[in-house]
């Protein structure tokens, strides 16, 4: 794992290294609850990988889970997220801020994770 600055405010772990094993350990850290979809979507990627011969689904894995650790590992970041999210899926309002502010946060997390 990187070493990340860890203050009142900061990050509740650090982001960890781009691998199965340890994206897995972060989860388990932050929203242990995720645990299944993480093994189902690694077991399907990896399956994937196979029957076409190619990476690309095993580096979706790691882009989807390095991004969900990147936003979750900021309580405020991930609460946020999800009020955007809800305001999308509402669909009382016009979406154009909140997806705007949704499309910054997860450029903001692969930064983050180094995508």
């Known amino acids: 794992m990187s070493t990340q600055p860890n203050g009142l405010y900061g990050p509740l772990i650090p982001m960890p290294d781009l691998t199965p094993d340890a994206l897995r350990a972060a989860v388990a850290r932050?929203?242990?609850?995720?645990?299944?979809a993480l093994?189902?979507?690694?077991?399907?990627?990896?399956?994937?990988?196979?029957?076409?011969?190619?990476l690309a689904p095993l580096r979706a894995f790691i882009h989807s889970w390095a991004v969900f650790i990147a936003t979750e590992r900021h309580p405020e970041r991930a609460a946020r997220l999800r009020e955007l999210e809800r305001i999308v899926d509402a669909g009382e309002q016009d979406p154009a801020d909140a997806i705007a502010e949704i499309h910054r946060i997860?450029?903001?997390?692969?930064a983050e994770a180094g995508l």
Do not use: D, G, N, V
């Not at 932050?30 to 299944?36: G, L, N, V």
């Not at 093994?39 to 190619?54: G, I, R, V, Y």
């Open 39 to 54: 093994t189902q979507h690694l077991f399907e990627a990896t399956t994937h990988a196979q029957q076409t011969q190619s």
């Open 30 to 36: 932050i929203a242990p609850s995720k645990i299944p």
């Open 106 to 110: 997860r450029e903001a997390a692969e």
